[in-house]
Every structure is written in structure tokens, then in C-alpha cells.
């Protein structure tokens, strides 16, 4: 393995673990997890997956971009050291893990899983009771393991304990031929319509987004200078956001390939500021991960209700959603000697560009450098846009990007194109070049709502509210939240001689969807405009916002 096409995140972990063994991996409140025994674990739990006969069935050079041969993992679980132990165990086995949120309620969990042809589910106790009223409608489900998080809650039956079945399991390294080409999965919100996967080779993912590259941008070619490398450097990372989201998984493993620690903070259920900041500074974090200003602004609010110092932290990292120049501004003035690192991306195409904050060069927020592989692209996806360009363009990545979107032929050929023979993706991003090289970042082009960090989908709010006996009609759009970034904006036409409260509306869609997908503002009119052919008309719904009156 002495190329780059050869590398995959199974044996990396492997010789990183040889090389800095005695290092801690990962802490979590009063666990330390060395490298070596991180590497027991994984082997342990891959072999559990494989004795329920899961693995590889279908070499990928049988397979299109959008199919997979290998066993599906989802990975229903809190932040921990099992999220991660899960991860790595999976490829070790060549099944494909995949993150799964846990807010999700039945209907979410029950499209979700079936949607990946789930072949096995790993879940932490305090979801078992939402697992077990689902799990008889997801009929690839074979296996179940269990993750005590909470010792009142019994074992499902059929499932196994966690804990139980590494300790039964060998610690011998799996007897398989990992491959660069094996997978990795990411379930995401999207542009339109329900959550897809997209499915990358781990080589290019590893290069893409997992730390596969020098500071110099080279990509690393073979195992041998990843443990040169985890022998020369030692971080420590506290990756605030759920792993189950990209942005967070994505550090964690930027950590391990370099031989870092990954330091997760004690509260994994509810973001509370003080334990983040309480754990930088017990820990010794060198690096923040956060999501935008719904982490950013909690930190600055517990700072400020009680200031400290964090003399380790150099980087806040942050990725997702936009952390705005008031907030950049703020944490500045609180750490004056940190740095504050945007990074654009998506799952579609890994990190892309960033923008850096200091206390010399100020607070922005928008504007980025691009990494090698961008490109911008004209309105019809025909030609590559120069610097200084009229109008906006769709912002694309060259390289290393996914195969596709698992199952789903249509919407892998219409993201992945290729122009002037080059292939590139295009999950929809629309963006300016401007004449110095920089990036303006206008939006994603379809109705994608992000509170938080969280991608809300227009149209599975408006299924939800549709279930409401009293909603004839309902197009939902977004306002700007000072906390959130985004809120949900229901606009709705009620059925007529029928009065609804909202408090009834929100009850209809606790029965579908999360409630941090709950619309925060109703607007009632007379009838929803629509296009001809019968969609939406979210620049309709937009402008209702602007004729509501100020309370």
C-alpha cells in the first residue's frame, strides 16, 4: 500500500495505532482512550459485524456510481467514543457506516433506514424505545447493538449489549482485503425532496475532508507518511457538533490521521457553553470545532457570564452554517489570540475554501479562499466562469468528490457533471468569483432551510402541517433568526370556516417531524399562490414575510 489509490481509513487507523499506540485517542469525561486501544476495540467490533455476516458481497468495479456491494450501518448514537469506535469498526468489516440523527421521531427514522437498506443499527439505550417501535418496518434490519448510556433502560430483545459483545469478540485483525474504493456514506439534507446518501470512495473522501492533505495543500500518498507525520505532530481536538453531522465527524478524523486527540465534552445530549469552554481548558484543546452561531453564540454568552481564559485553544474551527462577523467579533475580543476558521464545503464535495478571522485582520464573514479543485460554472453548466464574472455562477468541485447518491441514478447524473471533460460536482451552491480570486457565497439555490446547523427540507414541513385536518394549503419558507441563523416560516391557507390554533399546528407536526423543524412563525392568507404547473412559489412566500407588520 505505497500509493494513494490504495489508501483507506481501515488501515490507516492501523499504522497510525502502531506508530503512537501509548497516545490518547479519545477522551470522554473519565474515559482515555489510547491509540492501541482503540484499535483492540474496532478490530473487536468489526468482528462482531462480520460473525453476523456482514461485509463486502459486490466489488465496486461491478457496481455504477450510485450502487453500493457492501453492508449498511447506521449509527443512531449520541457523541462518545462508541460513535467513532463504530465508524472505524465498520470499515474495518467493509460494511458502510452512515449517520443517523437522533432527533429524528418514527416516520423520519423509519424513511431514513429503509432508504439505506439498513443491515444493521447501532443505538444507544436512551433511543431503544423509538428503535423498537420502528424496527419491525425496516426489513433488511439483522442486527441490533445496544450502547448503555442508560442502565434503566433494558436490553431490546435480539439485541446485543455493546459492551458484551467486544469483550466476546477476537482482537485479531479482521482477515479482509481493505480496498481505496470501499465506502464511505453521509447521509445529507440536500437541495429538494428527502435525505440522500452520498456515497465517496474512502481515498477521495479521506483527501476531500479527513486530513488526507499536508497545510500545504499535497496530498498525502502513502501510510508511511501518515505515521511520519503522527510522529512529528500532536493536537488535541474538541469537536463540539454531533458526529452524526459531517462537519464534526470530519475534524474528529482530521485528528486521528494526524495522530491527535479527540476530546469530547461531558454534555453530549444539550449544548451548554460552560462545558464546552470547561473542557478546552481541562483538556488542553488546541482546536474548537463549532456549527456556525448556534454553538458561537452560547460560548460568548457563558465567557462573558463568567470570563476565563483557555490558554491552550489557537483555532475555532467552524463549518456548516455561517458564524457571523458580530459573533466572530465577539469571541476575538474574549480569546484576542485565537484564530477563527471558516470552512465551506458539503458532503458532496468535502471542505472547499476558507476564510480566516483574527484580531490583525478582523471579522468578516462571506467572502473565502478556494482550495485547489474549485471552479465556477455558467447558468447552464456548460462552461468554467473566469474571476470578475457578471451575474453568479454554481460553485463546483473537481478531484476527488463522490461516486454519487446511493440508489438514486437521476440525481447523481444531475449533480455530477461533466464539463469540457472534466467531471465535476454541483450539489447547488451560488456563488460570485471575484476579481482578486476570493469567493462571495450567495446560498444554496433550492429551498434548504438551515436552523442551527440543522438542514430543514421546505417540503417535509409542509407534509407534516398538510396532516392538520384544518390546513387546506401551506408553503413553507425561512426568516432570519438572530440565534439560529434561519427560522421556519409556515404560510397557510386554512380550510375555510375552520379556525386552528398553533398550538394544535405544532402538535400535527410532532407526530412527523423533529421538533427543531417546527415553524417559529405562522402566516395565515387567503389563498397560497402557485406556478402553472403547480410547485411552490417560495419567492412568494418570501415576500409575505416582508408585508407582516413588527409586533
Same mark, same amino acid.
Not at 459486490?58 to 449498511?72: A, F, K, V, Y
Not at 440525481?411 to 450539489?427: C, D, I
Given at each position: 500500500?505505497?500509493?494513494?489509490?490504495?489508501?483507506?481509513?481501515?488501515? *490507516?487507523?492501523?499504522? =497510525?495505532?502502531?506508530?503512537?499506540?501509548?497516545?490518547?485517542?479519545?477522551?470522554?469525561?473519565? +474515559?482515555?482512550?489510547?491509540?492501541?486501544?482503540?484499535?483492540?476495540?474496532?478490530?473487536?467490533?468489526?468482528?462482531?459485524?462480520?460473525?453476523?455476516?456482514?461485509?463486502?458481497?459486490?466489488?465496486?468495479?461491478?457496481?455504477?456510481?450510485?450502487?453500493?456491494?457492501?453492508?449498511? &450501518?447506521?449509527?443512531?448514537?449520541?457523541?462518545?467514543?462508541?460513535?467513532?469506535?463504530? /465508524?472505524?469498526?465498520?470499515?474495518?468489516?467493509?460494511?458502510?457506516?452512515?449517520?443517523?440523527?437522533? +432527533?429524528?421521531?418514527?416516520?423520519?427514522?423509519?424513511?431514513?433506514?429503509?432508504?439505506?437498506?439498513?443491515?444493521?443499527?447501532?443505538?444507544?439505550?436512551?433511543?431503544?424505545?423509538?428503535?423498537?417501535?420502528?424496527?419491525?418496518?425496516?426489513?433488511?434490519?439483522?442486527?441490533?447493538?445496544?450502547?448503555?448510556?442508560?442502565?434503566?433502560?433494558?436490553? *431490546?430483545?435480539?439485541?446485543?449489549?455493546?459492551?458484551?459483545?467486544?469483550?466476546?469478540?477476537?482482537?485479531?485483525?479482521?482477515?479482509?482485503?481493505?480496498?481505496?474504493?470501499?465506502?464511505?456514506?453521509?447521509?445529507?439534507?440536500?437541495?429538494? %425532496?428527502?435525505?440522500?446518501?452520498?456515497?465517496?470512495?474512502?481515498?477521495?473522501?479521506?483527501?476531500?475532508?479527513?486530513?488526507?492533505?499536508?497545510?500545504?495543500?499535497?496530498?498525502?500518498?502513502?501510510?508511511?507518511?501518515?505515521?511520519?507525520?503522527?510522529?512529528?505532530?500532536?493536537?488535541?481536538?474538541?469537536?463540539?457538533?454531533?458526529? /452524526?453531522?459531517?462537519?464534526?465527524?470530519?475534524?474528529?478524523?482530521?485528528?486521528?490521521?494526524?495522530? %491527535?486527540?479527540?476530546?469530547?465534552?461531558?454534555?453530549?445530549?444539550?449544548?451548554?457553553?460552560?462545558?464546552?469552554?470547561?473542557?478546552?481548558?481541562?483538556?488542553?484543546?488546541?482546536?474548537?470545532?463549532?456549527? %456556525?452561531?448556534?454553538?458561537? +453564540?452560547?460560548? &460568548?454568552?457563558?465567557?462573558?457570564?463568567?470570563?476565563?481564559?483557555?490558554?491552550?485553544?489557537?483555532?475555532?474551527?467552524?463549518? %456548516?452554517?455561517?458564524?457571523?462577523?458580530?459573533?466572530?467579533?465577539?469571541? *476575538?475580543?474574549?480569546?484576542?489570540?485565537?484564530?477563527?476558521?471558516?470552512?465551506?464545503?458539503?458532503?458532496?464535495?468535502?471542505?472547499?475554501?476558507?476564510?480566516?478571522?483574527?484580531?490583525? &485582520?478582523?471579522?468578516?464573514?462571506?467572502?473565502?479562499?478556494?482550495?485547489?479543485?474549485?471552479? =465556477?460554472?455558467?447558468?447552464? /453548466?456548460?462552461? &468554467?466562469?473566469?474571476?470578475?464574472?457578471?451575474?453568479?455562477?454554481?460553485?463546483?468541485?473537481?478531484?476527488?468528490?463522490?461516486?454519487?447518491?446511493?440508489?438514486?441514478?437521476?440525481?447523481?447524473?444531475?449533480?455530477?457533471?461533466?464539463?469540457?471533460?472534466?467531471?465535476?460536482?454541483?450539489?447547488?451552491?451560488?456563488?460570485?468569483?471575484?476579481?482578486?480570486?476570493?469567493?462571495?457565497?450567495?446560498?444554496?439555490?433550492? /429551498?434548504?432551510?438551515?436552523?442551527?446547523?440543522?438542514?430543514?427540507?421546505?417540503?417535509?414541513?409542509?407534509?407534516?402541517?398538510?396532516?392538520?385536518?384544518?390546513?387546506?394549503?401551506?408553503?413553507?419558507?425561512?426568516?432570519?433568526?438572530?440565534?439560529?441563523?434561519?427560522?421556519?416560516?409556515?404560510?397557510?391557507?386554512?380550510?375555510?370556516?375552520?379556525?386552528?390554533?398553533?398550538?394544535?399546528?405544532?402538535?400535527?407536526?410532532?407526530?412527523?417531524?423533529?421538533?427543531?423543524?417546527?415553524?417559529?412563525?405562522? =402566516?395565515?392568507?387567503?389563498?397560497?399562490?402557485?406556478?402553472?404547473?403547480?410547485?411552490?412559489?417560495?419567492?412568494?412566500?418570501?415576500?409575505?414575510?416582508?408585508?407582516?407588520?413588527?409586533?
Amino acid at each position: 500500500m505505497d500509493s494513494v489509490s490504495e489508501l483507506n481509513l481501515a488501515a *490507516l487507523n492501523e499504522v =497510525i495505532a502502531e506508530a503512537v499506540s501509548e497516545r490518547d485517542a479519545i477522551v470522554f469525561r473519565d +474515559r482515555r482512550i489510547s491509540y492501541g486501544d482503540f484499535n483492540i476495540r474496532t478490530r473487536q467490533l468489526a468482528n462482531v459485524l462480520l460473525s453476523a455476516g456482514l461485509g463486502c458481497h459486490q466489488e465496486r468495479d461491478t457496481l455504477h456510481d450510485w450502487q453500493s456491494g457492501q453492508d449498511h &450501518v447506521g449509527l443512531y448514537l449520541y457523541n462518545g467514543n462508541e460513535y467513532l469506535e463504530a /465508524m472505524v469498526a465498520s470499515y474495518k468489516s467493509r460494511t458502510v457506516p452512515f449517520n443517523v440523527n437522533f +432527533r429524528y421521531v418514527d416516520d423520519e427514522l423509519t424513511y431514513l433506514l429503509n432508504n439505506a437498506r439498513t443491515s444493521a443499527l447501532i443505538y444507544h439505550a436512551s433511543l431503544a424505545e423509538r428503535v423498537s417501535s420502528i424496527s419491525e418496518q425496516v426489513p433488511s434490519l439483522r442486527l441490533l447493538i445496544q450502547v448503555n448510556d442508560d442502565s434503566d433502560v433494558p436490553l *431490546l430483545e435480539g439485541a446485543l449489549d455493546y459492551e458484551t459483545a467486544l469483550s466476546k469478540a477476537s482482537d485479531e485483525r479482521p482477515d479482509l482485503e481493505w480496498k481505496s474504493e470501499d465506502l464511505y456514506m453521509i447521509y445529507t439534507g440536500g437541495t429538494t %425532496g428527502m435525505p440522500k446518501g452520498v456515497i465517496w470512495r474512502q481515498a477521495d473522501m479521506l483527501a476531500a475532508a479527513m486530513g488526507g492533505k499536508t497545510s500545504q495543500g499535497e496530498v498525502i500518498a502513502s501510510l508511511a507518511e501518515y505515521q511520519e507525520r503522527c510522529q512529528r505532530i500532536q493536537r488535541r481536538y474538541l469537536t463540539a457538533p454531533p458526529f /452524526m453531522h459531517g462537519a464534526g465527524s470530519w475534524v474528529a478524523f482530521q485528528a486521528f490521521h494526524s495522530g %491527535g486527540t479527540v476530546i469530547i465534552q461531558s454534555n453530549v445530549k444539550r449544548l451548554d457553553g460552560d462545558d464546552i469552554i470547561d473542557t478546552c481548558i481541562r483538556e488542553q484543546a488546541e482546536v474548537l470545532m463549532i456549527v %456556525g452561531d448556534a454553538f458561537g +453564540r452560547p460560548i &460568548v454568552d457563558a465567557l462573558v457570564n463568567n470570563p476565563r481564559k483557555i490558554p491552550s485553544l489557537k483555532n475555532i474551527v467552524t463549518g %456548516g452554517a455561517i458564524t457571523t462577523a458580530n459573533i466572530k467579533a465577539q469571541l *476575538l475580543e474574549l480569546l484576542p489570540d485565537i484564530n477563527i476558521i471558516d470552512a465551506a464545503g458539503s458532503s458532496e464535495t468535502g471542505t472547499q475554501a476558507q476564510h480566516v478571522s483574527n484580531k490583525s &485582520v478582523g471579522a468578516k464573514t462571506g467572502q473565502f479562499t478556494l482550495n485547489e479543485g474549485n471552479a =465556477i460554472l455558467n447558468e447552464d /453548466m456548460t462552461a &468554467v466562469l473566469k474571476p470578475g464574472h457578471e451575474g453568479l455562477g454554481w460553485w463546483a468541485q473537481t478531484g476527488f468528490i463522490p461516486l454519487g447518491y446511493f440508489d438514486d441514478k437521476k440525481k447523481t447524473k444531475s449533480t455530477f457533471v461533466t464539463v469540457e471533460g472534466t467531471r465535476y460536482s454541483v450539489p447547488g451552491d451560488r456563488v460570485r468569483l471575484l476579481e482578486d480570486g476570493l469567493l462571495e457565497l450567495h446560498g444554496r439555490e433550492s /429551498m434548504t432551510i438551515n436552523s442551527g446547523g440543522e438542514k430543514i427540507f421546505a417540503e417535509e414541513v409542509e407534509q407534516a402541517l398538510k396532516h392538520h385536518p384544518g390546513v387546506y394549503d401551506v408553503v413553507v419558507t425561512s426568516c432570519p433568526s438572530e440565534r439560529w441563523g434561519q427560522e421556519v416560516v409556515a404560510v397557510i391557507q386554512l380550510r375555510e370556516g375552520i379556525d386552528v390554533s398553533e398550538d394544535s399546528l405544532l402538535e400535527e407536526c410532532g407526530r412527523h417531524i423533529s421538533r427543531y423543524k417546527y415553524p417559529k412563525v405562522f =402566516i395565515y392568507r387567503d389563498q397560497i399562490v402557485r406556478s402553472s404547473s403547480g410547485k411552490a412559489d417560495y419567492r412568494w412566500a418570501a415576500s409575505q414575510i416582508e408585508q407582516e407588520e413588527p409586533d
